[in-house]
DNA sequence: TCAATTCCTAGTAAAATGGTCAAGTATTCG
DNA sequence: CGAATACTTGACCATTTTACTAGGAATTGA
């Protein structure tokens, strides 16, 4: 699991949906204004995101996109992943330079971590995200054009771990 | 923080650097050739490895490099920080498109989000994956060059984590 | 039919990644 | 001292990824 501003965009993107999509279907051009990701760009990441079974469209006028499913039954992690695709089994075990002898230290480890991270991107859903405190308030700023206090947010509160001591 | 083959090569590097060091300085090349990764890679890597205290250099023959403290304390959250400077605050708050208007609905999510990461890889220190099973075996194998059993690894112990349901 | 919208393909500039090359500087063994 | 070893620095490069542009096709509501 990679973590990189391409999965930021769409989880911006498909929390921005969540926000709007109570009205109907939510076009791509009103979250490419809300959010200020160019329009061609979210039609990859959407295209990405559709056939990943998290959002279903609806073409032609009034169209757009829909969550698939209640925003409780979507993670984070199933976001970032569907629109990564690829590399979950190119950096080793097949390809590459560690396939069959001695190579590849971490390649457990990794694969220890990226599950660990995964597991952890997936205990947070999309609705816990809409719900939690600060985040709602810059929606609601974005809705109303609202100058915005420079409070900082209310954490997220089901993201509690354990650190090993 | 982000994640990707750059920490993961840096965190490879010191793992084996944390393996063979007892018996004094370990060289660049040393590493290079049992790791399979390019010896110029690796002195840009250490270098910012050396200006964050995570390894000292030592020079002259017999020269190399050696981990800054032990091995139970350094993290690995650590180790990938160094190796990806800047970053940290780029993204959001100060430049780009988020300065002081209704912008970046994520960017607090993302900023926990990130955090939660940093905490979590920050919790396992090199010494405890030093210490588990699977990456041991595989260590030893480099060592002495066998051939791999196919078996899986063994969980890392610490690595638990409460998964928001 | 018309316009809104998704869908699809192609291309592309800029950045990041992963790596090479070359010319150093320090250190220390002999 | 001299040479070998090893780190240091900086320029450079190929490839991939990112983020975006352009243009058009398909679909459908009004």
Redesign the pocket.
Known sequence: M?L???GR?AVTAVLDLSFHQQAGPV???DISERQE?????L??L??RL?RNGIVV?????????TLSRPAEEISIAEIIVAVDE??EAANCSETGNCNGHNQCLTHDLWHELSQEIHRFLNGISLAEIHSSQGVAEVAERQNSRYRPQTGIVAPLKKMAVEPAD
């Open positions: 990679r990189t501003t391409k965009y076009s791509l051009a990701i160019s329009l061609s760009y039609e990859q959407f295209a559709r469209s609806t073409r032609g006028p009034g169209g757009g996109y690829s590399y």
